[in-house]
């Protein structure tokens, strides 16, 4: 008996995209890419833009060669990054290219609404959210002030991911875990907040109907399914926050896990079953996003290896093999220079090497000079700042942490890894790396009735990919150098 199920998954990032199969089969899961490609931005007239029609073209491609191949596929889900949308005007048709969160049209919105709209204090206190200039409010209210056409014309607000669903299907939709990146939605009442789109001259009609990841969008419409040669596949919700669906495919046993997702940035946090919205996670700006099955990833962003990938561009006599680059900056002594990794100096520095220097000099600490000393710097630094958070994490969480998940590309990096259980005293597991994928894949999964909640999910992909597990050594001599990163960052002040 054939019990094989296959699932097409489409991930977003904001450089680049893909296509990939998931097929179910044996209580395992297996990914095959099918097409990957850039997602350019489109720069014009002083602003900054996604090409939607590329990335809807690009997810034709990929359902028109699995329907080459003969795959009869279960169903289809789109995942990409946050925050971003799309106008819809009254007669159906997409009001110009959507705006990317990098335009700089932004970049005094946040202030300018927070001083004359609605307090900093009050919007936290209905989101949860941390404050980010490119969240969806700001950028619409940015709109509204240089009265955008786009906006003043539209009939209906949809997010990346529920824009590309209606392009498949011809249905509107609001799924949970993309729209509470907004810095609009209540975690509370799951529903986006009355007050602050009215705020921006928005009602709740402008937005489709709130869904739940496994809920059903709609069936390929007949026009892609000419198009693509599949039959009516059905188009599902799933985590359409790429973080939202990372998380669902964390490979933890039981609740008492906090996770990584490591890459440019790092995202690190626990699972809850409710919002943790408090003076302490307002002070700490930590935010509370939507997971799947109601939960919420109450979660800290955190500067990642988007250090290290600086300098690696800037410089022009280090080795490009990672492995020994790595290697000789283990050769240097450890805890001799210390940087806070979320220092506004490193956001975007004309030349990152420069900042980390500068840093290390106005808080009188050795200045690193050469890759090796700059690399070891980075890592150890990350590791505290790791610490940090993850303490922030076991004072605000309601149950104890005994197991921190890093998931995404930085899994692999192992010395890394083990500065974090170092670090954190924490015992950490590094896998999956492809966890947005089968995050998304896994929901269609249960929606098709594959696998039966979140635990089995994450069971099924600990038995299908391989973990490695880091124990904690060191302890002593780490708490000593945290004792000087506090010192440091104290100084900095």
């Given at each position: 008996m054939?019990?094989?199920?296959?699932?097409?998954a489409?991930?977003l990032?904001a450089?680049?995209?893909r296509?990939i199969l998931?097929?179910?089969?044996g209580g395992k899961?297996?990914?095959?890419?099918?097409t990957r490609f850039p997602?350019?931005?489109?720069?014009?007239?002083?602003h900054?833009y996604?090409?939607i029609?590329?990335?809807y073209f690009e997810?034709i491609?990929?359902?028109k060669?699995?329907?080459q191949k003969?795959?009869q596929?279960?169903?289809?889900g789109i995942d990409t990054w946050?925050v971003?949308?799309?106008?819809?005007?009254?007669?159906g048709?997409i009001?110009?290219?959507?705006r990317?969160?990098?335009?700089?049209?932004t970049f005094?919105?946040m202030d300018?609404y927070?001083?004359?709209?609605?307090?900093k204090?009050?919007?936290y206190?209905v989101t949860g959210?941390q404050?980010m200039n490119f969240?969806?409010?700001?950028?619409l209210y940015a709109?509204r002030?240089?009265?955008?056409?786009?906006l003043?014309?539209?009939?209906?607000?949809?997010?990346?991911?529920?824009?590309?669903?209606?392009m498949?299907?011809?249905?509107?939709v609001c799924?949970y875990t993309?729209a509470s990146t907004s810095q609009?939605?209540?975690?509370r009442t799951?529903?986006?907040?009355e007050?602050?789109l009215?705020?921006?001259?928005l009602t709740?009609?402008?937005?489709?109907?709130?869904v739940?990841?496994g809920e059903?969008?709609?069936?390929?419409?007949e026009e892609?399914?000419?198009?693509?040669?599949?039959?009516?596949?059905?188009v599902?919700?799933?985590?359409?926050?790429d973080?939202?669906s990372a998380?669902a495919a964390v490979p933890?046993?039981?609740?008492?896990?906090?996770y990584?997702s490591?890459g440019?940035?790092?995202?690190?946090g626990i699972?809850t079953?409710?919002?943790?919205?408090?003076?302490?996670?307002y002070e700490?700006n930590?935010?509370?996003?939507?997971g799947?099955?109601?939960?919420?990833?109450f979660?800290?962003?955190i500067?990642?290896?988007?250090?290290l990938e600086?300098c690696?561009?800037?410089?022009t006599?280090?080795?490009?093999?990672?492995?020994?680059?790595?290697s000789?900056a283990?050769?240097?002594?450890a805890?001799?220079?210390i940087?806070?990794?979320d220092?506004?100096?490193?956001?975007n520095?004309a030349?990152m090497q420069?900042?980390i220097?500068?840093y290390?000099?106005?808080?009188n600490q050795h200045?690193?000079?050469?890759?090796?000393?700059?690399t070891r710097c980075?890592f150890d630094?990350?590791?505290?700042r790791?610490k940090?958070?993850?303490?922030?994490?076991?004072?605000?969480?309601a149950?104890?942490i005994d197991t921190?998940?890093?998931?995404?590309?930085?899994s692999?990096?192992?010395q890394l890894?083990?500065f974090?259980a170092?670090?954190t005293?924490t015992t950490?597991?590094?896998?999956?790396?492809?966890?947005?994928?089968?995050?998304n894949?896994?929901?269609?999964?249960k929606?098709a009735?594959?696998v039966s909640?979140?635990?089995?999910?994450?069971?099924?992909?600990?038995?299908s990919?391989e973990?490695?597990?880091?124990?904690?050594?060191d302890?002593?001599?780490?708490?000593?150098?945290?004792?000087?990163y506090l010192q440091?960052v104290?100084?900095k002040?």
């Amino acid at each position: 008996m054939e019990n094989k199920k296959y699932f097409f998954a489409v991930d977003l990032g904001a450089t680049s995209g893909r296509t990939i199969l998931g097929t179910l089969d044996g209580g395992k899961i297996a990914l095959e890419e099918v097409t990957r490609f850039p997602n350019n931005l489109i720069e014009q007239g002083g602003h900054f833009y996604w090409d939607i029609y590329a990335l809807y073209f690009e997810i034709i491609r990929g359902l028109k060669t699995v329907a080459q191949k003969g795959v009869q596929i279960t169903s289809i889900g789109i995942d990409t990054w946050g925050v971003d949308f799309v106008f819809i005007g009254h007669d159906g048709a997409i009001l110009r290219n959507p705006r990317a969160y990098r335009d700089p049209i932004t970049f005094d919105a946040m202030d300018d609404y927070l001083k004359h709209v609605v307090s900093k204090k009050e919007v936290y206190d209905v989101t949860g959210i941390q404050f980010m200039n490119f969240n969806s409010i700001f950028q619409l209210y940015a709109m509204r002030r240089e009265g955008n056409s786009a906006l003043r014309n539209a009939a209906k607000v949809l997010f990346v991911p529920d824009a590309l669903s209606w392009m498949l299907t011809g249905n509107e939709v609001c799924e949970y875990t993309i729209a509470s990146t907004s810095q609009l939605l209540d975690p509370r009442t799951k529903q986006l907040d009355e007050r602050l789109l009215q705020s921006l001259g928005l009602t709740r009609s402008k937005f489709g109907k709130m869904v739940q990841p496994g809920e059903l969008i709609g069936c390929l419409s007949e026009e892609v399914r000419r198009m693509t040669g599949l039959p009516a596949v059905p188009v599902y919700a799933v985590a359409g926050h790429d973080t939202g669906s990372a998380v669902a495919a964390v490979p933890a046993k039981d609740e008492k896990f906090a996770y990584l997702s490591s890459g440019t940035w790092s995202l690190m946090g626990i699972e809850t079953k409710d919002a943790i919205i408090s003076d302490l996670s307002y002070e700490r700006n930590f935010t509370n996003e939507g997971g799947i099955e109601g939960t919420t990833r109450f979660l800290k962003n955190i500067c990642g290896m988007w250090l290290l990938e600086r300098c690696r561009k800037e410089w022009t006599d280090a080795p490009s093999d990672y492995g020994t680059l790595i290697s000789e900056a283990m050769k240097v002594t450890a805890f001799q220079s210390i940087i806070n990794p979320d220092d506004a100096m490193f956001a975007n520095p004309a030349n990152m090497q420069q900042a980390i220097r500068d840093y290390c000099q106005q808080t009188n600490q050795h200045v690193p000079e050469g890759y090796a000393e700059l690399t070891r710097c980075i890592f150890d630094s990350l590791a505290l700042r790791y610490k940090q958070v993850f303490g922030y994490l076991k004072e605000m969480a309601a149950f104890p942490i005994d197991t921190l998940h890093i998931i995404g590309g930085g899994s692999r990096n192992e010395q890394l890894n083990q500065f974090t259980a170092n670090a954190t005293g924490t015992t950490v597991k590094a896998g999956p790396t492809e966890g947005t994928a089968l995050g998304n894949i896994m929901v269609q999964a249960k929606a098709a009735g594959a696998v039966s909640d979140i635990w089995d999910m994450r069971r099924i992909i600990a038995n299908s990919i391989e973990m490695k597990t880091f124990e904690p050594q060191d302890n002593e001599l780490w708490e000593q150098a945290y004792g000087k990163y506090l010192q440091i960052v104290e100084s900095k002040k």
